[in-house]
Every structure is written in structure tokens, then in C-alpha cells.
């Protein structure tokens, strides 16, 4: 039985994402300028339903394939796939909540990290957006707070990591339009791997 805060979640999960179906529907389509799909995922998990936000993550995939995220978002989609024993997944939207924020994790984990002299490409990237979503990062318990601070550790996410932070340090002091696009080319096809090889 649903207390009334998780009642008031789920209701708000499904009413997005029904909103996001009428949409494609009605246009063909989905331009959620709300920004609307990034809550549904993060509303079920608050409304102790992770099956049902791993399966709208399913669905999401499929319907914004190239989406960039946000990492509260991908946050909630670890936590999901953790919650329901998907771990491959899990680590995988870790990794990536990791790369949206760098100082998330180890926030989380009662860890704080320094701000990095590097570029921060938005306002997500840097460590006062984790003031905006103090709420949020609120939900996870600790049990999944250690398995961040371990994973944070760990060599393949220290490496990704520091590979990041170099990446954006030299994008911080590099102004020349060609070498810039090189080194983001670089680090994606670097971060595409690693990504995909994370079992």
C-alpha cells in the first residue's frame, strides 16, 4: 500500500508519461521542451517502483536515443536497475551519472570534491547544481550510497574519471575551434568504449 508522498509520485510519474504518449500520438513525435521525460524515471523510483521506472528507461532508450540526460536522472536510473538487481545496467547509468556531474558521487558518498579547474560545458556540470536536487539526492539509502563510494573508487571509474577531468581541463584552456572538436571527439569515442565494455 502506497503511503500518500509515494501515492502523490507515482500519480505524477504516470500523468508524465502518459502526457509524453499523447504527444508522440497526436505529433508524431516528442519535443518536451519540459523537460518532463527526464522526472518520469526519478517519480516512479520515489514512489517505490523501480520495475516500472527501469521499464520506461526501456522505453526512453528506444525514444530518445541520442538524448544527452541530466544527472539526477541518470541517478534514479542506477538506482532503479540497482533496486531490482539489473547490475550491469546499473553500473552503467552510474557511470554516466558520474560523467553528467562529477562531484555527485562523492557528495553522496560524504565526500565532497574540490571544484576541478576544467571546463564545465552547463550549469549540470558544476558542483552548485547539486544545491538545486538536495532533495533528491535524499533518496538513495546506505546501502546504495556505499555501493557509489565504491564504484567512485574503483579503477574503472577512476580512470574514466581522470581521463574526464583532463579531457575538460584541456577544453578549459583550449580556444582553437578545430583542436577543441579533436579532443571531444577523442573523449567520446573513449567514453563510448569504456561504456560499452562495462560489465
Same mark, same amino acid.
Not at 23 to 34: P, V
Given at each position: 500500500?502506497?503511503?500518500?508522498?509515494?501515492?502523490?509520485?507515482?500519480?505524477?510519474?504516470?500523468?508524465?508519461?502518459?502526457?509524453?504518449?499523447?504527444?508522440?500520438?497526436?505529433?508524431?513525435?516528442?519535443?518536451?521542451?519540459?523537460?518532463?521525460?527526464?522526472?518520469?524515471?526519478?517519480?516512479?523510483?520515489?514512489?517505490?517502483?523501480?520495475?516500472?521506472?527501469?521499464?520506461?528507461?526501456?522505453?526512453?532508450? *528506444?525514444?530518445?536515443?541520442?538524448?544527452?540526460?541530466?544527472?539526477?536522472?541518470?541517478?534514479?536510473?542506477?538506482?532503479?536497475?540497482?533496486?531490482?538487481?539489473?547490475?550491469?545496467?546499473?553500473?552503467?547509468?552510474?557511470?554516466?551519472?558520474?560523467?553528467?556531474?562529477?562531484?555527485?558521487? $562523492?557528495?553522496?558518498?560524504?565526500? $565532497?570534491?574540490?571544484?576541478?579547474?576544467?571546463?564545465?560545458?552547463?550549469?549540470?556540470? *558544476?558542483?552548485?547544481?547539486?544545491?538545486?536536487?538536495?532533495?533528491?539526492?535524499?533518496?538513495?539509502?546506505?546501502?546504495?550510497?556505499?555501493?557509489?563510494?565504491?564504484?567512485?573508487?574503483?579503477?574503472?571509474?577512476?580512470?574514466?574519471?581522470?581521463?574526464?577531468?583532463?579531457?575538460?581541463?584541456?577544453?578549459?584552456?583550449?580556444?582553437?575551434?578545430?583542436?577543441?572538436?579533436?579532443?571531444?571527439?577523442?573523449?567520446?569515442?573513449?567514453?563510448?568504449?569504456?561504456?560499452?565494455?562495462?560489465?
Amino acid at each position: 500500500m502506497l503511503n500518500k508522498v509515494q501515492k502523490k509520485y507515482r500519480d505524477r510519474a504516470n500523468r508524465a508519461r502518459r502526457e509524453l504518449l499523447k504527444e508522440k500520438k497526436m505529433f508524431g513525435g516528442i519535443s518536451d521542451g519540459s523537460g518532463q521525460r527526464y522526472r518520469v524515471c526519478v517519480d516512479y523510483v520515489r514512489s517505490d517502483a523501480p520495475k516500472k521506472a527501469a521499464e520506461f528507461m526501456d522505453w526512453f532508450n *528506444q525514444e530518445f536515443p541520442d538524448d544527452i540526460g541530466e544527472p539526477a536522472f541518470f541517478l534514479y536510473a542506477a538506482i532503479a536497475y540497482y533496486r531490482i538487481g539489473m547490475m550491469k545496467k546499473a553500473r552503467r547509468y552510474l557511470l554516466d551519472a558520474m560523467l553528467s556531474n562529477i562531484y555527485m558521487l $562523492p557528495y553522496l558518498s560524504g565526500q $565532497p570534491l574540490p571544484r576541478q579547474d576544467m571546463w564545465h560545458p552547463s550549469y549540470w556540470d *558544476q558542483p552548485d547544481y547539486l544545491l538545486e536536487i538536495e532533495g533528491l539526492l535524499r533518496e538513495p539509502t546506505a546501502q546504495e550510497r556505499e555501493w557509489f563510494k565504491t564504484h567512485f573508487a574503483d579503477e574503472t571509474f577512476s580512470e574514466i574519471r581522470t581521463k574526464y577531468i583532463e579531457t575538460y581541463r584541456a577544453l578549459q584552456h583550449e580556444r582553437e575551434l578545430d583542436a577543441r572538436g579533436q579532443i571531444l571527439d577523442e573523449w567520446r569515442e573513449y567514453a563510448s568504449s569504456v561504456r560499452e565494455n562495462l560489465g
